[in-house]
DNA sequence: AGAAGGCCCTGCGTGC
DNA sequence: TGCACGCAGGGCCTTC
């Protein structure tokens, strides 16, 4: 979002144009209409949805999904062929093209008039926000009271805490040292203390890193984020565990799947 | 009512 | 080299 601002905020959007009549749901009638002509003032995120905020009081929530990235180009460097998976673009009065490419089609763009955004179906349920001061471990403890399903789950959720995705669940677990398969209802008291400020870290840490790279996100500048080589546990199943090195009772970082998603984590650390 | 699984879609790596 | 299969930063919707 950050890099999409640097292009974007300030500038007159020319043109938009939509090239199919749907990404996960059909594209808003008149988004285009509302683009043209229309200056871009400023941009906020809440949980995974940025939101563009335009001049005549409406917004654009965007939704990058899995495989979703908004690519930044001047006009005049576009290749002649048509960008493959391109569903949507716009142009500013400056010669700059911003398409959002997203192959599997996870990804949403939609309208909500700006007054109003946080009431907008897709963001009115959603949980706290993890990285304001009100995220506690007194309001982690309340929202996973009573819950019988596994923290990697709850955290999941996006009704107990906004835009925590796969990656960073396993990550804030490790540094936690809380199994993804324990209750989430008996996180609470020490575990919610040491389990927030992980959730923090790990988040800070990896939008200083860039965010993380596999293999389709990637900046508005084609850029990529580096958060990957970081990871401790994600993706390393097989690998020591960092933190019990040479323990003979540490079989190094497990990968289980819960609820459909792969989980890495080390059992002997994490309880 | 809360929890689990299916499903939307394309692309890529692996193994036969 | 070709093909089938499994898996991937998400989340809504249906079913149990």
């Not at 939609?110 to 907008?120: K, M």
């Not at 929202?143 to 960073?168: E, F, H, R």
């Not at 596999?214 to 199943?237: K, M, N, P, S």
Request: charged share 25%.
């Amino acid at each position: 979002m950050r890099g999409l601002a640097a292009v974007l905020e300030g500038r007159v959007i020319r043109a938009a144009s939509i090239s199919r009549p749907a990404m996960r749901w059909p594209f808003p009638e008149g988004l285009a209409a509302r683009l043209a002509g229309a200056s871009v003032e400023g941009f906020r995120r809440r949980a995974k949805y940025m939101l563009m905020r335009l001049s005549g009081g409406d917004s654009v929530l965007i939704h990058l999904g899995m495989s979703g990235r908004m690519v930044a180009r001047r006009v005049e460097d576009l290749p002649n062929e048509p960008i493959a998976h391109e569903h949507f673009a716009m142009e500013t009065e400056e010669g700059i093209r911003v398409g959002f490419v997203d192959p599997r089609r996870f990804g949403s763009v939609d309208l909500v008039r700006t007054a109003s955004e946080d009431q907008h179906r897709l963001l009115a349920g959603l949980g706290p926000e993890p990285l304001e001061e009100a995220f506690t471990p007194a309001l982690l403890s309340v929202a996973l009271a009573g819950k019988q399903t596994p923290i990697k789950a709850a955290l999941l959720d996006q009704k107990v805490v906004a835009g925590l995705g796969n990656i960073y669940v396993s990550e804030a677990l490790y540094r936690a040292r809380i199994s993804p398969r324990r209750v989430a209802a008996s996180v609470a008291g020490a575990r919610t203390v040491r389990l927030v400020p992980a959730i923090k870290a790990v988040l800070e840490e990896s939008i200083a890193a860039g965010g993380s790279s596999l293999r389709d996100y990637v900046h508005a500048d084609g850029g990529i984020g580096f958060f990957q080589e970081r990871f401790r546990v994600y993706d390393r199943e097989g690998l020591p565990c960092e933190a019990c090195p040479g323990l003979p009772a540490c079989e190094g970082i497990k990968r289980i799947v819960q609820s459909g998603r792969a989980s890495f984590y080390c059992p002997r650390l994490q309880r």
